[in-house]
C-alpha cells in the first residue's frame, strides 16, 4: 500500500480483555518499528523488526505485551489481560532498508486504545 | 530524565506570523535529528532530519537549525496557516543502536 496502515483505529477494552492491535507496513519495508504514545506524550520505543526478527523488545512494559511478525510484513501487538495504565496510542513505523539511523520512518495513524 | 527536552509546551498565534520552538537533548554522540509534525489522530511525519555535520535544513515554510555544541535545535515556522496547527516533534537518533529518543512535542495552535 502506499502508507503503514493499522488497525482498529479505535478499541476500548475492559481490564483484563486481550487484545490485538494489527500494522501493514509499506511493501518492502524491512525494518518495522512499535511505539507507545499516552496523552500529551511523545512516543515511546515499544519494540523493533528486521523482516521477520525481533532484534529488540526492550521498550515491552511488561510480559503482558506481546508482538510478532512472523512473515517479515504485517506484525501483531498482542496486549494480554489488560490494565487501564495501557490506555495509549499505539503507532506504528516502518522504514527501508534498515534500521531508523538516517532513513525516514513512515508512521501509521495509530491505534488507540481505551482500557475501562 | 527526557534525553530531548521541548519549549514551549504549547503556543497560540496568529495565522500569518512567525515562530520558533525550541529542542534541547544530551543524547551524545548522535546520529542524525529529525522534526516530526503530528496532526490531531494522526501519526507522526517527518518535516526535516539533520545529521550532526548540519546546520540547517528546510522544507517549505518550516526551516530546522541544530547547533550540535550546545546541544540545541529549533524549528522555525514562517507565515503559518491554519493547517500548521499540531504537535511537532524533535526526535534524536542515538548512535551506535538507532534508538529514537522523543520529545514530548511542542503544542502549535494557529488562530485566524
Known amino acids: 500500500g502506499a502508507g503503514v496502515s493499522q488497525s482498529p483505529r479505535y478499541k476500548v477494552a475492559k481490564r483484563g480483555q486481550d487484545v490485538a492491535l494489527r500494522c501493514d507496513p509499506i511493501?518492502?519495508?524491512?525494518?518495522l518499528f512499535w511505539y507507545q504514545q499516552a496523552l500529551g506524550q511523545g512516543p515511546e520505543f515499544l519494540t523493533y523488526?528486521?523482516?521477520?526478527?525481533?532484534?529488540?523488545k526492550s521498550g515491552l512494559p511488561s510480559d503482558r505485551f506481546f508482538a510478532e511478525r512472523p512473515e517479515g510484513s504485517v506484525s501483531t501487538l498482542k496486549i494480554q489481560r489488560t490494565q487501564q495504565e495501557d490506555s495509549a496510542v499505539y503507532l506504528c513505523?516502518?522504514?527501508?532498508?534498515?534500521?531508523?539511523?538516517?532513513?525516514?520512518?513512515?508512521f501509521g495513524a495509530g491505534s488507540r486504545l481505551t482500557v475501562l | 530524565k527526557n534525553q530531548v527536552e521541548q519549549s514551549p509546551q504549547s503556543l497560540i498565534i496568529l495565522e500569518g506570523k512567525n515562530c520558533t520552538l525550541q529542542c534541547n537533548y544530551t543524547v551524545s554522540p548522535f546520529s542524525n535529528l529529525r522534526w516530526y509534525k503530528q496532526d490531531t489522530g494522526r501519526g507522526p511525519v517527518s518535516l526535516t532530519i539533520?545529521?550532526?555535520?548540519?546546520n540547517t535544513k528546510s522544507n517549505g515554510r518550516y526551516t530546522a537549525t541544530l547547533d550540535a555544541d550546545t546541544k540545541q535545535s529549533s524549528l522555525h515556522i514562517t507565515a503559518s496557516q491554519l493547517s500548521d496547527s499540531a504537535s511537532y516533534i524533535c526526535?534524536?537518533?542515538?548512535?551506535?543502536?538507532?534508538?529514537?529518543?522523543f520529545g514530548k512535542g511542542n503544542q502549535v495552535v494557529v488562530i485566524p
Open positions: 526526535v534524536v537518533t542515538l548512535y551506535g543502536n538507532n534508538r529514537l529518543a
Open positions: 511493501s518492502g519495508h524491512v525494518s
Open positions: 539533520m545529521t550532526f555535520s548540519e
Open positions: 513505523a516502518s522504514s527501508w532498508p534498515r534500521g531508523s539511523g538516517a532513513n525516514v520512518l513512515t
Open positions: 523488526f528486521q523482516n521477520e526478527a525481533q532484534l529488540d
